[in-house]
C-alpha cells in the first residue's frame, strides 16, 4: 500500500545573502522543501500550492518534477507573478525575510481526496492566510472525514493578531501532531511554561506537541508522558529549511514505522524516540549546506534502509 503525503504551503524562490552578498538562489517555502525531502526519500508527495506563470515558477515546477514530487495540484496563474523570498543570515546562520508577493485577488487551492491512509502536512502563515482560509478549511475537513493523519507547524515566530490566533487554534484543533519552535508558542500562548502550553493544546483537541528549540534539546508532550530529546552539535552552514527537514524526518519515519491516525492516540516512548531521532537527522543534514532540502547522499541511504 503506497501512502501518499499532502503538503499545502507556500511556492517561493529564495535569495539567500550572506554577509549582504548574495550567495545562492533556489525553490523554497517551508512545505516546499518539506516536499522535496521526502519525495527524495522514496515517499509519494503531492504538492498543494500555487505560483505564477512566469520563468521562475516554470522553474519550480521543473526542480518539483524532477525531485519526484507531483505538481498537478499546483495552480498557476497567468497574469501574476511567482512569489520571492529575500534571505539575511546572520553570524549565527540564522536568516532574516523580506517577502515578495503577486496574488490575484480571488485564490482557491485545489482540494485533494485525502484518504485515511495518507498524511497531511501544512503550517506557517500560510495555513492562516485569509485569501485562502476557505480552501485550507476544505482540505482540513476532507482529511479529518477520512481519518488521516494530520500535522501542524505553525511556524509563526512573530507577533500575530487576534484574528490569526483564532484560526491556529482552529487549526490545531483539526490536528493530530503539532511540531512547534519555542518562539511559535511564545507568541501564540504567551505562557514560558511548556507544561502549561501542551495542557492548553490538548484542551483545544490536540494530543502529541513537538517542540523545537533551535540547537537545544527537544521536548515530546503526550497525554502519557514527555520526553527530552538531545541534539548534536554540528557544523551549521545555513540554518533555512532545518526545520522543513525536521518535519520531513519525522513524516518519514511515521510512513517507515508504518503508523496511522489512530496510533497516536497512544503512541509509545520508542516510536517517538525513532520519529524524534530520524528528524534530527534530516535537519542536520540540511544545516550543513546552502540547499533547502536534504542530500542525494543521505536520500539514497533512506531509500535503501
Not at 534571505?87 to 532574516?96: E, G, P, Q, R, S
Not at 511556524?155 to 490536528?175: F, G, M, Q
Amino acid at each position: 500500500m503506497e501512502r501518499t503525503i499532502y503538503a499545502v504551503g507556500e511556492s517561493l524562490f529564495d535569495i539567500i545573502f550572506e554577509n549582504d552578498i548574495p550567495v545562492t538562489a533556489k525553490p523554497g517555502g517551508s512545505l516546499l522543501n518539506l516536499s522535496v525531502s521526502l519525495a527524495k526519500s522514496g515517499n509519494s508527495v503531492s504538492f498543494i500550492s500555487e505560483l505564477g506563470n512566469d520563468s521562475i515558477g516554470k522553474l519550480i515546477l521543473k526542480n518539483l518534477s524532477e525531485n519526484g514530487v507531483e505538481i498537478n495540484k499546483i495552480k498557476c496563474y497567468n497574469e501574476n507573478k511567482t512569489a520571492i523570498a529575500l534571505a539575511f543570515l546572520d553570524k549565527n546562520k540564522n536568516a532574516t525575510y523580506s517577502f515578495y508577493k503577486d496574488y490575484p485577488l480571488i485564490r482557491e487551492l485545489f482540494i485533494a481526496d485525502i484518504c485515511k491512509e495518507d498524511l497531511l502536512m501544512f503550517g506557517s502563515i500560510y495555513g492562516i492566510t485569509a485569501e485562502i482560509r476557505a480552501s485550507i478549511h476544505k482540505i482540513l475537513q476532507k482529511a479529518n472525514q477520512n481519518n488521516a493523519l494530520v500535522l501542524y507547524d505553525p511556524n509563526i515566530r512573530k507577533e500575530i493578531d487576534y484574528n490569526n490566533i483564532s484560526c491556529i487554534y482552529e487549526n490545531i484543533s483539526k490536528s493530530d501532531i503539532i511540531k512547534a519552535s519555542n518562539e511559535d508558542l511564545f507568541y501564540i500562548f504567551g505562557k514560558t511554561s511548556y507544561l502549561e502550553v501542551f495542557e492548553k493544546i490538548n484542551e483545544i483537541g490536540c494530543n502529541n506537541l513537538i517542540i523545537t528549540q533551535n540547537k537545544n534539546n527537544i521536548l515530546v508532550f503526550t497525554r502519557k508522558f514527555h520526553i527530552e530529546i538531545e541534539v548534536p552539535d554540528i557544523n551549521v552552514i545555513s540554518t533555512i529549511g532545518a526545520g522543513d527537514a525536521f518535519n520531513a524526518g519525522i513524516i518519514h519515519e511515521i510512513i517507515k514505522l508504518n503508523l496511522f491516525k489512530h496510533h497516536f492516540v497512544d503512541l509509545e516512548i520508542e516510536n517517538w524516540k525513532h520519529i524524534i531521532e530520524t528528524g534530527i537527522l534530516f535537519a542536520s543534514d540540511v544545516c550543513k549546506s546552502y540547499d533547502n532540502s536534504i542530500s542525494d547522499r543521505l536520500a539514497q541511504k533512506m531509500i535503501n534502509q
